[in-house]
């Protein structure tokens, strides 16, 4: 009995806090959205982002930026949505941290930035120094229906 007590304990311990985004069934479908519709930019360099928006009733909503010509970068130019909580965007496979710049531009911006690879999420946080690591594994099974980015 003492002993189950203490493995509650320890496990209590060591559970992850919930992710804002990536913890939630709309930021995980967006993401899904979007690597499934840039599904060979891991393997390409071409990456698609969005912004993840609340827009105050507690439901999220996913906008797209315009898809870029460009490798290994994805441009926005204009103004950021009111109600912006974060920033998602795909990365190749096998850069899964968030860039220099991305971490330059959580920190500008004030809002996480998240790198979306098919067995790797990462962001790179305003409030650390250093990105943090908030899910590894395949994650990417299915398609999200339903939970499209919408266009600008």
């Known amino acids: ?55 105050g009733n507690g439901q999220l909503e996913c906008i797209s930026w315009p898809v870029p010509n460009e490798r290994e970068k994805a441009t926005f130019r204009g103004t950021i949505p009111p109600g912006t909580i974060a920033i998602i965007h795909t990365h190749p496979l096998n850069t899964p941290w968030p860039s220099e710049q991305d971490e330059n531009e959580a920190h500008r911006l004030g809002i996480p930035i998240y790198a979306l690879t098919p067995l790797t999420v990462t962001k790179a946080v305003p409030t650390e120094a250093r990105p943090l690591l908030v899910y590894k594994g395949p994650w990417l099974d299915r398609h999200a229906d339903g939970y499209r980015c919408k266009q600008p």
């Open 1 to 55: 009995m003492d002993f189950a007590f203490i493995v509650l304990i320890i496990a209590t311990a060591i559970t992850p806090l919930r992710d804002p985004v990536f913890g939630t069934d709309a930021g995980v479908n967006f993401s899904r959205d979007l690597l499934w519709s840039n599904r060979y930019g891991s393997f390409d360099r071409f990456e698609r982002a969005a912004f993840v928006v609340d827009r």
